[in-house]
Every structure is written in structure tokens, then in C-alpha cells.
């Protein structure tokens, strides 16, 4: 059973920054390409960004491109997700997840594996 926990969420002003982190338990990590996406209130589970097993390329959503940077440090079983010039439209609930050999895909379907999600919050 591979069991996904996130960290990191909270409440922080428009333009400031937060670190999410996503440490992956019961799993050979490095077989897992690894995405963020995040769920806003009343809409529907968006891709945010992804990264390969080996690290070796990364993936963005339009809207968080050159904003947000994800990251993974395969011996700690770590995935990051960087989150700069936050907006109030990046509030939601954001959750990692994991892709069984896979590239880092932008379709949640393609997600065995689910973290529980971890709250961001930012005011105007």
C-alpha cells in the first residue's frame, strides 16, 4: 500500500510564497512520476504540475507556469512544489499524487495513488 502525505498549506498574502512538500511511504519511489493538482471549491480537480521518475523533465499548468517549480528528491521519497507569486485563484486544496511508470501525465485517471490534499489559502 503506498500511502501519500502532504505538508505545507496555509494562509499567506497575494504575491508571497509556500513550499509544499509530499513524502511518499510503502513504495519504491523512483518507479512513480509524481503531479500535483489542486481543487477549488465548487470546480473540478485541475492538473498543477508533474515530474518523471527520473526528474529529468518537468510539466506546468499555463497557470502556474514560471511561478510554481516542482521538484523531487528521490532519496528522501520527496516530491516539492515551490508556489511563488501566490494569487487569490491558486486557493484551494492541493494534492499530490502518484503514476506507476509513468512520464508525469495530466490526467488525473492516470493516478493510482492520492494524498489526502493539504489547504492554500491566499488573501487579497
Known amino acids: 500500500q503506498v500511502e501519500l502525505v502532504e505538508s505545507g498549506g496555509g494562509l499567506v498574502q497575494a504575491g508571497g510564497s509556500l513550499r509544499l512538500s509530499c513524502v511518499a511511504r510503502g513504495a519504491t519511489f523512483i518507479r512513480y512520476a509524481m503531479g500535483w493538482f489542486r481543487q477549488a471549491p465548487g470546480k473540478e480537480r485541475e492538473f498543477v504540475a508533474s515530474i518523471p521518475c527520473t526528474g529529468d523533465s518537468t510539466r506546468y499548468a499555463d497557470s502556474v507556469k514560471d511561478r510554481f517549480t516542482i521538484s523531487r528528491d528521490n532519496a528522501k521519497n520527496t516530491v516539492l512544489l515551490q508556489m511563488n507569486s501566490l494569487q487569490p485563484e491558486d486557493t484551494a486544496v492541493y494534492s499530490c499524487?502518484?503514476?506507476?511508470?509513468?512520464?508525469?501525465?495530466?490526467?488525473?485517471?492516470?493516478?493510482?495513488?492520492w494524498g489526502q490534499g493539504t489547504q492554500v489559502t491566499v488573501s487579497s
Open positions: 499524487a502518484g503514476e506507476f511508470d509513468g512520464r508525469g501525465s495530466s490526467r488525473p485517471i492516470q493516478y493510482a495513488y
